[in-house]
Nanobody
Framework: QVQLVESGGGLVQPGGSLRLSCAAS????????WGWYRQAPGKQRELVAV???????NYADSVKGRFTISRDNVKNTVYLQMNSLKPEDTAVYYC?????????????WGKGTLVTVSS
């Protein structure tokens, strides 16, 4: 029963910070890539940040310099530190975990956590 659970979302004022966490349980494979995605109302889900097991990262241009993705391979947990938040960052944030179980590609999503940036 693989499960990803996001936490840390909430209401924050512009310029504020939040740290999102996503903990995986029931994982029977090695996670090779973690990703954070977000979806604002009426918009498509977009990639925010990714990190590989080895620590390589990539970010959407809109969050570069403000967000930092990190992971703990032992705890099977990924984090997203969000600083200097803007109203346009408001969205439901989802974590994604991908890995390989023998020859099968595994791909799991969390249920999301809402981040609202507003004064």
């Amino acid at each position: 029963q693989v499960q990803l659970v996001e936490s840390g979302g909430g209401l924050v004022q512009p310029g504020g910070s939040l740290r999102l966490s996503c903990a995986a349980s029931g994982i029977v494979f090695s996670i090779n890539t973690w990703g954070w995605y977000r979806q604002a109302p009426g918009k498509q889900r977009e990639l925010v940040a990714v990190i590989t097991r080895g620590g390589s990262t990539n970010y959407a241009d809109s969050v570069k310099g403000r967000f930092t993705i990190s992971r703990d391979n032992v705890k099977n947990t990924v984090y997203l530190q969000m600083n200097s938040l803007k109203p346009e960052d408001t969205a439901v944030y989802y974590c994604n975990a991908q890995g390989l179980l023998v020859t099968t590609l595994m791909n799991y999503w969390g249920k999301g956590t809402l981040v609202t940036v507003s004064s």
